[in-house]
């Protein structure tokens, strides 16, 4: 029998943590749960969380291209949409992009650290056909 999980939680390393952590308990409205100088734990949904750690205390390195992308999984993606345009920011597209191959409807902005941070809408259940 596999044991229990509780939920996940993906660190991304910053130079600046400070700007890191406004864009996400400011702009995005997730919900700060740990805040120490050197990490910051945030909450996006029921059991989802996203830590930001201070490249200087972490165990990894800040790369200049970055390799990960967190996907927020949402009811309504154009409604995300008009609301982070709302807030300054520049999504990657002027519009939505529907995909054929999985059905989703998704934007994506870059977050202070440069690291992708993308708003899917699945129009089938994981985008399947």
Same mark, same amino acid.
């Given at each position: 029998?596999?044991?229990?999980?509780?939920?996940?939680?993906?660190?991304?390393?910053?130079?600046?943590?400070?700007? *890191?952590?406004?864009? $996400? &308990?400011?702009?995005?409205?997730?919900? !700060? /749960?740990?805040?120490? #100088?050197?990490? @910051?734990?945030?909450?996006?949904?029921?059991?989802?969380?996203?830590?930001?750690?201070?490249?200087?205390?972490?165990?990894?390195?800040?790369?200049?291209?970055?390799?990960?992308?967190?996907?927020?999984?949402?009811?309504? *993606?154009?409604?995300? $949409? &008009?609301?982070?345009?709302?807030?300054? !920011? /520049?999504?990657?597209? #002027?519009?939505? @992009?529907?995909?054929?191959?999985?059905?989703?409807?998704?934007?994506?902005?870059?977050?202070?650290?440069?690291?992708?941070?993308?708003?899917?809408?699945?129009?089938?259940?994981?985008?399947?056909?």
């Amino acid at each position: 029998m596999i044991p229990e999980i509780n939920g996940g939680l993906m660190f991304m390393y910053y130079d600046e943590i400070g700007e *890191a952590a406004k864009f $996400y &308990e400011e702009i995005l409205g997730f919900e !700060l /749960k740990l805040d120490r #100088d050197w990490v @910051k734990i945030f909450k996006y949904a029921s059991d989802c969380h996203v830590g930001l750690v201070d490249v200087s205390m972490g165990s990894h390195k800040v790369m200049a291209e970055k390799s990960a992308r967190l996907q927020i999984m949402v009811e309504d *993606a154009q409604a995300w $949409y &008009e609301y982070v345009k709302s807030k300054g !920011l /520049k999504p990657s597209k #002027d519009e939505l @992009k529907e995909g054929v191959t999985l059905h989703i409807k998704a934007f994506s902005v870059e977050d202070p650290g440069g690291y992708t941070v993308e708003f899917c809408e699945y129009t089938t259940p994981y985008g399947d056909s």
